[in-house]
């Protein structure tokens, strides 16, 4: 079954909540979402667990095949003064370089990849001594 975000892309962007500080500063106990990381967001959507990295100092690449909600992610990136590189792709497929990436990033969308796929390309994408957050919403 394909199922496209981008339909409602607008709505996303107006009401999805994004991550609290909190997640972040959970994670950067753990060493995820340092300064100067970079960082794979994977299923992006409106980029709020993109942007939260970003604010922080993260390089940061969303990844995901919506067009509409890339474009969402950009306009809030710009009203919110950060910087975040996008990329029509999926998580199964990122185009992305071997080795690229400090850290893979999925949040509140794990559960529509193809998981055995995306963790292949996971694992390409990643450092050795990389790290890969999932983050799911209480409220899922």
């Not at 990136?77 to 497929?93: G, K, L, M, P, S």
């Not at 990436?101 to 990643?126: M, N, S, Y």
Request: net charge neutral; charged share 20%.
């Amino acid at each position: 079954m394909k199922i496209d975000f981008g339909i409602t892309a607008t709505d996303y962007a107006k009401h999805r909540a994004g991550f609290p500080s909190s997640l972040f500063d959970r994670l950067s106990e753990y060493g995820i979402g340092l300064p100067g990381q970079n960082i794979v967001d994977l299923g992006t959507g409106t980029g709020t667990l993109a942007r939260g990295f970003a604010t922080r100092g993260a390089k940061v690449i969303g990844i995901d095949p919506s067009v509409s909600l890339v474009e969402q992610a950009k306009q809030l990136d710009q009203a919110a003064q950060v910087q975040v590189e996008y990329r029509i792709a999926t998580a199964e497929n990122t185009g992305l370089p071997d080795a690229s990436a400090d850290v893979v990033t999925a949040g509140q969308c794990w559960h529509w990849f193809d998981r055995p796929r995306a963790v292949q390309e996971v694992k390409r994408i990643l450092k050795e001594d990389g790290y890969i957050a999932i983050a799911k919403s209480p409220h899922s």
